[in-house]
């Protein structure tokens, strides 16, 4: 917010900064106690790591995928999600109530049907077997996208997809508990759609998602 705050001409310092957002409620609260979503124990080929030297310079070069948690009244909805690592657009995602694998299929077929060009594109994931299995790596493979996956597990090689899942909790409340499958999927269409028109990235030059999707793809 510094170039709006110099635009303005306004100097706040960090503790009145603090009691104005602890004052409009719009503190981040404590995170609540996570839970894990990956199972990479099973009998699927688990793809190298094929990104780790990429210049990641143009959208549609490298989707990376995650899978996180949503807390309902009655359990949990899993939402599958998949993102332009150089835009950070979300351009892929299903909220079900399983973690089967066709919610990540059905992320996968809108990304891919909403993308304009995605010739030498890559998918990048953890070994989950959601992604390693035999379907969804058919969709991959017919739709000739390239594989790679992060090794033993390691969080930090899925960086963005982690940060993008932390953002839509932390920043446009997907950590609330709703009262209804409905309602977190009502919530969640809206934080994403706020998320890739509305909030403005340091990493994008304090541009939106699609903005930076929409001139360069």
Known sequence: MKNEFDEAKLKVGRDTLFNILRKHNMLITRKKPSY?????????????NIIKDVLVNRPNQVWVSDITYIRTVKGFCYLALITDMYSRKIIGYDLSDSLELSGCTRALKKAVYQ??????????????????SN????????????????QE???????IAERVNGILKDEFYLDQTFDSVAHAKKATKSAINLYNQIRLHVSLDYKTPNMVYKLTA
């Open 36 to 48: 894990r979503t990956t199972n990479s124990f099973h009998r699927f080929y688990k793809h190298k």
């Open 153 to 159: 597990n390691h969080c930090y090689e899925n960086a």
């Open 135 to 150: 379907v969804y790596t058919q969709i991959l493979k017919r739709n000739n996208i390239k594989i790679s996956m992060t």
């Open 115 to 132: 993308a304009k060009n995605i010739e030498n594109l890559i998918h990048h994931s953890d070994r989950g077997i959601q992604y390693c």
